[in-house]
């Protein structure tokens, strides 16, 4: 089992539609989440982290859940601009090394 | 600016050659990190520097080696042992205190001719 994982999409919607992405992470130990962005051919950039209360920033609302070891991201009123690849990441705590999961492709559509 | 420059964009190696990536930061970082990104897949960490002269293996440490002898500098080699080298190899920082958030080179595309 991998230990951060995610729908690889794409996850094809409309501008101007509410879409949501989960992550689930194996490591219980794990201390801090994130959303990373990465657009196509570029290096991926922080979006946002995630709280355990939740936080919101914008059109964007992660959540976390670490009872059932799963993160989200709600991107709502998505903008062509959201196009890009969501890469949820995990930091275990040693060494503070992070985890990358594999991605979810997002393609919004006019 | 303050940033994480790495060089070249695109290198092409031949079979049997060694390569080495640059990878520069003036953000004053003291960690730095190198991965590698195959298409479709997550980053994967091949190895990180705490600090200056030191380094330890990520995940797939095989094939590769570093060095750290300045503060701002972490190149990368490729060395003939990688057998399967094409990737997407990405540079990271972070600053001390905050280690859980890593700020990213535009990264280099290895192809193998």
């Not at chain 2, 600016?1 to 003036?26: A, H, W």
């Not at chain 2, 003939?80 to 595309?109: D, H, I, M, V, W």
Request: proline content about 5%; some cysteine.
């Amino acid at each position: 089992r991998k230990e951060v994982e995610q729908d690889p999409g794409p996850f094809n919607v409309p501008e101007g539609a509410t879409v949501a992405f989960n992550c689930t992470y194996s490591n219980s130990a794990s201390q801090s989440f994130f959303w990373y962005r990465q657009d196509c051919r570029k290096e991926p950039k922080l979006l946002m982290s995630v709280y355990s209360s939740g936080n919101e920033d914008g059109r964007f609302t992660a959540q976390l859940n670490r009872a059932s070891q799963y993160i989200s991201l709600l991107i709502r009123d998505s903008k062509l601009s959201d196009s890009a690849t969501y890469l949820c990441v995990v930091n275990v705590g040693a060494g503070n090394m992070l985890t990358f999961g594999g991605g979810t492709r997002l393609m919004v559509k006019p | 600016d303050g940033g994480i420059t790495q060089s070249p964009k695109y290198l092409f190696r031949k079979e049997g050659q060694n390569v080495t990536l640059s990878c520069e930061q003036n953000l004053n970082h003291d960690a730095m990190y190198w991965y590698r990104q195959d298409p479709g897949q997550g980053l994967r960490l091949i190895y990180y520097s705490q600090i200056v002269n030191d380094f330890q293996k990520g995940d797939i440490a095989e094939g590769y080696s570093v060095s750290r002898e300045k503060k701002e500098s972490f190149p990368l080699t490729v060395t003939s042992a990688q057998k399967n080298p094409t990737a997407f190899y990405l540079c990271a920082s972070s600053s001390p205190g905050r280690q859980e958030t890593q700020y990213f080179g535009p990264g280099t595309r290895l192809l193998v001719l």
